[in-house]
C-alpha cells in the first residue's frame, strides 16, 4: 500500500523520483505503466517543491529571529 504525502520525506520521495526516473529511461518502457509513472513523478516533484517552501519558510524566520 502506498504511502500518503503527508506521510513520504523528501529523501523518500526523492528516492522514489529518481528509480522512476531510471525505468523511464529503460529502453524497454511499459507503455501501459508510463502514464502513472509520469503522474507519480510529477505529485513527487510537487511534494519536494512544498517541502523545499516550508523548509525556506522556516529557516527565513529563523533568520529574521536572529537579526532581532
Do not use: F, P, T
Request: aromatic share 2%; hydrophobic share 45%.
Amino acid at each position: 500500500m502506498a504511502k500518503k504525502e503527508s506521510e513520504v520525506g523528501y529523501a523518500e520521495a526523492l528516492a522514489e523520483l529518481e528509480r522512476i526516473l531510471s525505468e523511464l529511461e529503460a529502453a524497454d518502457v511499459d507503455v501501459d505503466v508510463l502514464a502513472e509513472k509520469v503522474a507519480r513523478a510529477s505529485e513527487l516533484i510537487r511534494l519536494c517543491r512544498d517541502r523545499i517552501g516550508n523548509a525556506k519558510l522556516q529557516i527565513d524566520k529563523v533568520v529574521a529571529g536572529l537579526e532581532d
